[in-house]
């Protein structure tokens, strides 16, 4: 029942209301949090920062942080602490944020596979095959993952995204944005792979997963 409402966003939206702020203050005290974590990431691990957070205002502060405020908050809470763990070596730490993330938002539990899986070195082969494999299941398979995610104890909050948009079509727009940036991410990785840049390998290659399995859906 805990985890069904995720209790902690619950309590976070209450102690906000208990200060008396209107709605309009709510959204902005949760986005603010949002953009912390973000600005802080930005400062910390990006040789520029200033273009970072640009790119993070004009493509996603409205549609996560200010409008999807869970998974806004996980998001930029989880990415900022995902970095830092991956630098430090710290998987106990960030298994531990994740399940408290979760508690915000169930999704983010699905991180820690995020974790792991970016420390894996990915040749081109592989490469070639995510790829393939990827744009093999956004255009024949999708129906077949969507019913095995059912499964999943949060599988409605997955899918629930997925309403409203026709896969029907052959290169959709949707597929065709989701690989261009998986493809892009893949670019990142092979530049930081021959300068060999192990932070940057390992988050490019959480980007270039995540895309992996944001494409299936």
């Not at 902005?28 to 990006?46: G, P, V």
């Not at 995204?161 to 092979?190: A, C, H, M, P, Q």
């Not at 988050?203 to 992996?212: G, K, N, W």
Request: charged share 10%; glycine share 4%; net charge positive.
């Amino acid at each position: 029942l805990i985890l069904e409402h995720e209790i902690l966003f619950r309590i976070l939206g209450s102690t906000i209301k208990s200060f008396g702020f209107s709605y309009q203050l709510y959204l902005a005290t949760i986005a603010a949090i949002s953009i912390f974590f973000i600005s802080r990431l930005s400062w910390k691990y990006s040789p520029y920062p200033i273009l970072s957070l640009l790119l993070f205002y004009s493509a996603f502060y409205f549609t996560w942080p200010y409008s999807g405020l869970r998974q806004g908050l996980t998001l930029c809470i989880g990415s900022y602490y995902l970095i830092d763990c991956i630098k430090n070596n710290q998987p106990i730490k960030y298994l531990i944020i994740a399940i408290f993330l979760s508690l915000i938002h169930l999704s983010a539990a699905l991180s820690i596979i995020f974790y792991f899986a970016c420390k894996l070195t990915f040749e081109i082969r592989v490469q070639t095959f995510l790829a393939i494999s990827g744009l093999i299941i956004s255009l024949f398979l999708q129906q077949i993952i969507e019913n095995i995610i059912y499964i999943v104890p949060f599988a409605e909050r997955v899918l629930f995204y997925e309403e409203g948009f026709d896969s029907s079509s052959f290169l959709d727009f949707k597929t065709i944005s989701r690989l261009f940036i998986f493809f892009v991410s893949i670019y990142i990785y092979n530049i930081f792979r021959k300068n060999n840049d192990a932070l940057g390998m390992q988050i490019s290659a959480s980007l270039m997963i995540s895309f992996l399995v944001y494409t299936t859906l």
